[in-house]
């Protein structure tokens, strides 16, 4: 991998935590700086998938060009963060039309990857592991579903809040079941990341060590939701700063994407490399003729 594609994958792999710190900062919301700052983010992770992919998305053999669209499918969610949430901070910090704008984009976040895991599954069939591809593609065609129920359950809550004024008792009243359905979509994102790891282990996509980290870090996600339990926590009313409570972090809507964003890196960073290797072959052909 030469520096170029070395550089570009170094910060991709960064992009989601780096999110964490311009999305957080209230006072980067500032009319005409923060669509600049989030139109040149946007612009660096685009310019460097691509320099990282070479192209892929683009081949003309199918097994790069199916690298290459789940790879862009599986960054899109924090494309989309770094786009339109420069200094959005959290829901009670947002008035309610950016919040509309928040739910809006989670939506995307959620289909995206979705349809993610689900190009991802195909690449996978393609060099014989179906085993893990199929738990996790089941665990995700149940989650992405349940985030779509979500996310447009906030967006109507905030859409009324924004048109009467306040959120209307018959929406407060279905609280506790919407918090159920972020934990279990929560849940099956998480485990549909460790079944997809270990897939990419299996075909040796991933690294052992690479592999056993993935798989960790989103078992430990995983217990950390179970931990909290089925309440999603106001975070204004935790006796500590929300960051310092994982069981709220990890179950943050766009938390459970992280994983799956650098998986993302991985396959794009894959289809640049079998171009790299296919490109010598045809030169070596072209020579024999």
């Known amino acids: ?51 990282l992919s070479a192209g892929a998305i683009r081949a003309d053999v199918q097994g790069r060009r199916l690298l290459g669209l789940a790879g862009t499918l599986l960054i899109t969610p924090f494309a989309l963060v770094a786009l339109l949430w420069v200094g959005l901070g959290g829901p009670w910090q947002a008035n309610p039309t950016e919040n509309q704008m928040r739910y809006l984009v989670l939506i995307v976040m959620a289909t995206a990857v979705a349809g993610g895991f ?11 592991e179906c085993f893990y591809a199929t738990l996790g593609f089941a665990a995700i065609m149940l989650g992405g579903p349940l985030y779509l129920i979500w996310n447009t359950f906030a967006f109507g809550v905030f859409f009324a809040k924004e048109h009467t004024g306040e959120v209307p008792q018959a929406l407060r009243s279905l609280d506790d079941i919407f918090d159920l359905l972020l934990f279990v979509a929560g849940f099956l994102t ?65 938390v459970p994407f992280i994983m799956p964003f650098l998986f993302g890196v991985v396959l794009l960073r894959r289809a640049g490399e079998k171009q790299s290797q296919e490109g010598p072959n045809q030169t070596s052909e072209v020579g024999r003729q």
């Open 190 to 254: 998480y485990l549909a990341t460790v079944a997809f790891a270990a897939s990419l282990g299996r075909v040796q996509w991933l690294g052992r060590r690479a592999t056993r980290a993935f798989m960790i870090v989103s078992g430990v996600a995983l217990l950390f939701l179970v931990i909290r339990g089925l309440h999603y926590p106001d975070p204004r009313a935790l006796s500590t700063p929300w960051y310092t409570s994982p069981g709220f972090v990890v179950g943050i809507p766009a």
């Open 1 to 51: 991998m030469n520096t170029v594609r070395r550089v570009s994958y170094v910060f991709l792999c960064i992009v989601p935590f780096l999110c964490f710190v311009v999305v957080g900062v209230r006072a980067f919301r500032v009319p005409g700086i923060y669509q600049a700052a989030g139109v040149a983010y946007f612009a660096a992770i685009a310019i460097a998938a691509w320099t």
């Open 118 to 128: 689900v190009v991802l599954r195909e690449a996978l069939s393609q060099a014989s």
